[in-house]
């Protein structure tokens, strides 16, 4: 990785709800950054510099919020951005706010990503329609579901796959407080019997509509090797982007996300990533994104994905758990929704995970996001040994 | 820190451009900032844009701007949904980590399609101040009176930047309002805004920018007199009216001094003043003096003020006429928030 070292020294996240109707977007992210803080052992004075990520402003209908948060997140008199890369922008959140420690410029930097989502409709935010644009009046759900009709044309995969991450992401959230879907009985009959929104996508193949807040304070070496908890060194960063719609363009398994992969684990040193790390959070927000980004991300060969789904490797037990926390199909703040995959991703390899703790072999963690039409990538991986 | 340079600089304003989308509004600007580099597109490391989706009215206003990039193969990217200053900001960074060596950076808007001044007030505190819809130009007009009462100043001082701004605007074919005025005559128009009148506040714009950096002897190799970043530094203050000095800019104050304003003689200043008084304010707060540093020799924002993109002007006018041997050494400004609550400061050098 390019540049001075780094490390997650602290992480904060809220509980997530469809409606956190006991606080104002000021509380819902102070909320996730005083934990995180508590949790570096930090004070607010303490912080160098301030970097939010959220999805569109309209989902809440706030423009530039950095502005109206300022206060809230103890920016005052600090530099402070506002980065917005789609539906990875928790990913590239995390990844702006580390390039500060990893350039020298800061010690210590925390960065929040949130999102409000009972403040408006995502759906509706998502479906305006644009001169010149195709219209994407079903929201997101509309757009992916063909791509995924595609993976299972390829693939042959059979129709219950989803359905078998659709359970093991429920189940997972039943050891996870914070998530915000708890469905204690959940099976695939009850996911198959769900009504159809987008074929193949069922009800409970989709993620929900979330308000929740993600926070991490981020430190140089000196920083981390200070702190008396553990912490998770960045072994990697790296983010891709493609254009939404041009010919010949591969939508189900996007270049732009092999190409970040490939980066970040050149960084990191991954050559089998099925081997070299202990668990993944990746962004799933329909259930058949875990077998297409499972070949995407290399976890197997192009066609296999749907295999490995099915063989439980990716469950709790598997060689290869995936989505400890519940994922983003257990929880959707959308604009948080990558920094929770990257801050879970820490406090795995930290072992903080609580009841979803994966058992640590390697100690090395990935964490990915992804947004617009699967054409914005963020991926990081951490480590719990300092890198080389 | 590694050595960077803004290597090439190319923009567009017009006052309203309803016969092209965003995408095809960038593309000439995009292509004229890329060629003039003499960096090949494909060879730069980094790209990093800056938009509003409010402007476009629809949410991802800044993916338009991948089309324009030509983002194939994938490309290591970026947006901040701030002013393309802030873009620069992150690009230059990313080369301080030395992951790249170069950037291509980039911001634009449209202005004109919807009520500008309203859209603005989505920035306030969505509880307790947007409820009363305040528009930008009524909070910088409390602003400006706040500033009269405290400075001394007069609506002739004010009368006085607005018509330099319009007479320096003559050179630039990018202003929009521009012509061989006098303070006086600002001073007959009405006041539509106490204290502001229309030359005091500034023209809608739709526009792009795009600035291409580099780091060390690649910007050597490429520009004859590459116009060095010597310090970047941006600092946020309070949301609320009511909890800042209205009449100083403490963040701008701070931001040039950490970024070594005074370190040397400002022989150029570019200031995101968007109405008079607040060119009277951020001199006041970076220390210039006007009578040794030419401020907004290009017309500054009150001949032409392309939200999203006029921060990274301000950079791309000073770093010009650096490359182009008129100054040695300048300072660039941009803002973002009502009433200046959010300031970068870019200073910026030749050898």
């Known amino acids: 990785m390019a540049g001075k070292r780094v490390a ?86 995390s990844i702006v706010a580390a390039k500060l420690v990893a350039a020298g410029l800061h010690e210590r930097v925390l960065t929040v990503a949130y999102e409000k989502q009972s403040e408006s409709n995502a759906t509706w935010g998502l479906s305006v329609p644009m001169p010149f644009a195709a219209p994407l009046v079903a929201g997101a759900g509309g757009y992916f579901a063909p791509l995924i009709r595609a993976y299972m044309y390829r693939s042959g995969a059979p129709r219950h796959i989803g359905h078998l991450v659709a359970v093991k992401d429920r189940r997972a959230a039943l050891r996870n407080p914070k998530a915000h879907l708890h469905i204690p009985d959940i099976d695939l009959k009850m996911v198959e019997e769900s009504f159809l929104l987008w074929d193949p996508l069922r009800y409970l193949d989709v993620c929900p509509s979330s308000d929740g807040a993600m926070a991490m304070v981020l430190g140089s070496e000196q920083v981390a090797d200070a702190s008396s908890g553990p912490v998770a060194w960045v072994h990697g960063m790296a983010m891709r982007s493609e254009p939404t719609m041009f010919a010949r363009r591969d939508q189900v398994n996007p270049q732009a996300g092999k190409d970040c992969a490939k980066d970040v684990y050149a960084q990191a040193g991954i050559t089998d990533p099925r081997r070299d790390f202990d668990c993944a959070e990746v962004y799933v927000p329909f259930s058949w994104y875990e077998p297409m980004w499972l070949e995407n991300l290399g976890f197997c060969a192009e066609g296999d994905g749907w295999k490995l789904t099915e063989s439980g490797a990716t469950g709790p037990d598997g060689d290869i758990p995936w989505n400890m926390s519940g994922g983003v199909l257990s929880s959707n703040p959308i604009g948080a929704s990558g920094m929770v995959r990257f801050g879970e991703a820490a406090q795995q390899v930290r072992g903080r995970s609580g009841d979803y703790q994966v058992e640590l072999k390697t100690g090395r963690a990935l964490g990915q996001a992804y947004g617009g039409g699967s054409q914005f990538f963020s991926m990081w991986v951490v480590g719990n040994q300092k890198p080389a | 820190m590694r050595d960077v340079a803004v290597v090439s600089f190319a923009y567009s304003n017009v006052a309203r451009d309803a016969s092209h989308n965003e995408t095809e509004m960038i593309v000439p600007v995009l292509h004229e900032a890329v060629a003039q580099s003499g960096i090949a597109h494909d060879e730069i490391g980094f790209v990093c844009s800056g938009s509003l989706d409010y402007l476009q009215g629809g949410p991802f206003a800044f993916v338009a701007g991948l089309d324009a990039v030509g983002a194939w193969p994938p490309v290591r990217e970026s947006h901040v949904e701030m002013d393309a200053a802030w873009a620069l900001y992150e ?213 032409a003020n392309a939200v999203m993109s006029a921060g990274l002007v301000r950079i791309g006018e000073v770093a010009r006429r650096i490359t182009n041997g008129a100054a040695d050494r300048g300072v660039a400004h941009a803002t973002s928030g009502p009433c200046l609550q959010h300031n970068l400061v870019c200073v910026l050098e030749g050898e």
């Open chain 2, 91 to 303: 690009a230059w960074v990313a080369i301080q980590t030395g992951e790249v060596d170069s950037a291509l950076v980039y911001g634009f808007g449209k202005s004109s399609p919807g009520d500008l001044h309203e859209i603005m007030a989505l920035q306030l505190d969505p509880y307790y101040v947007l409820p009363q819809w305040p528009s930008m130009v009524d909070m910088a007009a409390l602003q400006a009176c706040a500033f009269l009462d405290a400075d001394g100043a007069t609506e002739k001082d004010l009368a006085e930047v607005a018509a330099r701004s319009q007479r320096n605007a003559q050179e630039n074919p990018n202003a929009l309002r521009k012509g061989n005025v006098s303070a006086d005559d600002v001073l007959k128009q009405p006041v539509t805004h106490h204290p502001l009148r229309d030359a005091d506040i500034f023209p809608i714009t739709d526009g792009s920018a795009a600035v291409v950096i580099a780091a060390g002897d690649l910007a050597r190799k490429v520009s004859k007199r590459p116009a060095w970043i010597r310090g970047i530094e941006h600092r946020i203050e309070g949301h609320g009216l009511g909890v800042r000095d209205l009449t100083q800019s403490e963040s701008t104050r701070a931001a040039g001094a950490a970024a070594g304003v005074a370190n040397g003689k400002v022989d150029v200043a570019e200031l995101h003043a968007q109405f008079s008084h607040e060119e009277l304010i951020l001199a006041e707060a970076l220390g210039l003096d006007a009578t040794k540093t030419s401020i907004n020799p290009s017309g500054g924002p009150l001949a």
């Open chain 1, 8 to 93: 997650v020294v602290g992480v904060g996240q809220t509980v997530h709800r469809t409606a956190r109707k006991d606080v104002s977007m000021a509380g819902l992210v102070r909320e996730a950054a005083q934990e995180a803080l508590d949790d570096a052992g930090m004070a607010w004075s303490d912080i160098d510099a301030v970097v939010i990520g959220k999805a569109p402003d309209m989902f809440e209908g706030v423009a530039m919020p950095e502005l109206y948060l300022a206060d809230a997140l103890g920016a005052v008199g600090k530099p402070m951005m506002r980065v917005h890369t789609a539906g990875s922008v928790g990913g590239s959140t």
